[in-house]
């Protein structure tokens, strides 16, 4: 062996160290499923709402988005163009119902909480997205058609007595 080539034989993790790494590692994930399956949901329910308001979505023979008030049948828009934050949570929300064999006609509700979430939810499947965590500007595509004032209000600090 030549004096000037010495090799360092490489660190070795103990054995008894990576088995309790594996045995920590299942017991999380055992932890988990025994969990989910026993009904927990990490979910956090909203605050109680501020303002709500059913909305009809419906493609125009044009291809634009028609969007109404179901409760009074009023068109509140008729949006034309790529709309790619609408049209993507159109799609998520009728992919689910689709899933679900649940017709297209019920309208979803959209709704501003004292929390700051503004949900869209699909009164059918159950399903909840929580359009606020997309930021502020995709938003707004939907808080546009929330009742007058209730974005106010939700920036309003409460009244002392």
Not at 50 to 73: C, E, I, K, Q, W
Not at 121 to 146: C, E, K, M, Y
Request: aromatic share 4%.
């Amino acid at each position: 062996m030549n004096a000037g080539s010495v090799h360092a034989s490489p660190e070795r993790i103990p054995r008894w160290l990576v088995r309790g790494i594996g045995a920590l590692l299942l017991l999380v994930l055992g932890s988990v499923g025994l969990m989910r399956l026993n009904g927990f949901s990490p979910t956090v329910p909203p605050a109680s709402a501020l303002a709500s308001r059913t909305l009809a979505f419906a493609d125009a023979p044009d291809g634009a988005v028609r969007v109404s008030d179901a409760a009074s049948g009023e068109v509140l828009a008729e949006l034309r163009g790529e709309q790619g934050f609408l049209r993507g949570v159109l799609r998520g929300l009728a992919r689910e119902r689709r899933a679900q064999g649940v017709g297209a006609t019920t309208p979803y509700t959209l709704s501003l909480h004292a929390d700051g979430r503004l949900l869209i939810t699909d009164p059918h499947t159950g399903q909840r997205i929580d359009l606020a965590s997309f930021g502020p500007d995709n938003a707004a595509v939907f808080a546009r058609w929330l009742p007058a004032g209730a974005l106010q209000a939700l920036k309003t600090p409460p009244q002392e007595k």
